[in-house]
């Protein structure tokens, strides 16, 4: 069982940056692939980023690709979001996942076991 607990979420002006955290219980970090989604009043949940194990492979979702950086601390048991030049359509709730390996895809949620509680952004025009 692993628990992770996001954090980092708030209110931004358009063109600002946010780094979103995911604090992940357990001692086998590094074998889950972890991954960010979002989700939009009224929207479908949609894939943000992933990121390997150790880092090695990553994936963007072309909506934030170039604004958006994924990483991981696998001493700390942690994944970041970077978030750049955020924008209003940006806005939702955040929410960090793991997998338990790096699949073809990574961009689907059932690819996915374990969820935060999601952590809410809000980016003002």
């Known amino acids: 069982q692993v628990q992770l607990v996001e954090s980092g979420g708030g209110l931004v002006q358009a063109g600002g940056s946010l780094r979103l955290s995911c604090a992940a219980s357990g001692r086998t970090f590094s074998s889950y692939a972890m991954g960010w989604f979002r989700q939009a009043p009224g929207k479908e949940r949609e894939f943000v980023t992933a990121i390997s194990g150790h880092g090695s492979s990553l994936y963007y979702a072309a909506s934030v690709k170039g604004r958006f950086t994924i990483s991981r601390d696998n001493a700390k048991n942690t994944v970041y979001l970077q978030m750049n030049s955020l924008k209003p359509e940006d806005t939702a709730v955040y929410y960090c996942?793991?997998?338990?390996?790096?699949?073809?895809?990574?961009?689907?949620?059932?690819?996915?076991?374990?969820w935060g509680q999601g952590t809410q952004v809000t980016v003002s025009s």
């Open positions: 996942a793991a997998a338990s390996g790096w699949g073809v895809s990574m961009t689907r949620a059932d690819e996915y076991i374990y």
